[in-house]
């Protein structure tokens, strides 16, 4: 009992300390951490849509974890099937719906990126997904924003080739 008791509040006074370090952030340096985001994202998705897979991922730690599909993979294993699959596509389209940034500490943001992305495959095929949800986390380190978790969310509908 006397251990839960210690983790709890070992767990509440982390947790106020984030939560101070937070709210000591400026209404300007809140904006100035998304712009700095949202211009890696738009690094990101342009990236994306000319199929650099490596590119995009330069944005990312190499302890980068990602979770998709009911997996957890490190960067490596992300990075293959991304630049795997892209060898399968024909182009994507990537449409920005909304970003919202939680805020945890001064180098320490989540951000959620909700959007639409519309791939065609060589093949014909075409997926869409609509919603696609990504919700990061990045860290500042030496100077420089970097995802160090990744979660995507979205069921893709898919078109084959010839059907309407």
């Given at each position: 009992?006397?251990?839960?008791?210690?983790v709890?509040?070992?767990?509440?006074?982390c947790?106020?300390?984030t939560s101070?370090q937070?709210d000591?952030?400026t209404q300007?340096q809140?904006?100035?951490i998304?712009?700095?985001?949202?211009?890696i994202?738009?690094?990101v998705?342009a990236?994306?849509?000319?199929?650099?897979?490596?590119?995009?991922?330069e944005?990312?730690s190499?302890?980068l974890?990602?979770?998709?599909?009911?997996?957890?993979?490190?960067?490596q294993?992300?990075?293959?099937g991304?630049?795997?699959?892209?060898?399968?596509?024909?182009?994507?389209?990537v449409?920005?719906?909304?970003e919202?940034?939680?805020?945890?500490t001064?180098d320490?943001?989540?951000w959620t990126?909700?959007?639409k992305?519309?791939?065609?495959l060589?093949t014909?095929?075409?997926?869409?997904?609509?919603?696609h949800?990504?919700v990061?986390?990045?860290?500042?380190?030496a100077?420089q924003?970097?995802?160090?978790y990744?979660?995507?969310?979205?069921?893709?509908?898919?078109?084959?080739?010839?059907?309407?």
């Amino acid at each position: 009992m006397k251990a839960n008791t210690f983790v709890a509040v070992l767990l509440l006074t982390c947790l106020a300390c984030t939560s101070r370090q937070s709210d000591q952030l400026t209404q300007q340096q809140k904006d100035q951490i998304k712009d700095e985001l949202k211009a890696i994202g738009d690094s990101v998705i342009a990236r994306w849509e000319r199929l650099d897979a490596v590119g995009a991922l330069e944005y990312y730690s190499p302890d980068l974890l990602v979770a998709a599909d009911s997996l957890l993979i490190d960067f490596q294993v992300y990075k293959k099937g991304w630049v795997d699959f892209n060898t399968s596509v024909a182009s994507i389209k990537v449409t920005p719906i909304r970003e919202d940034f939680t805020f945890i500490t001064n180098d320490v943001v989540i951000w959620t990126w909700f959007g639409k992305d519309e791939t065609t495959l060589k093949t014909g095929d075409k997926e869409t997904y609509n919603p696609h949800t990504y919700v990061s986390v990045f860290k500042k380190v030496a100077g420089q924003w970097r995802g160090i978790y990744l979660c995507s969310s979205g069921t893709p509908v898919v078109q084959k080739a010839g059907k309407k």
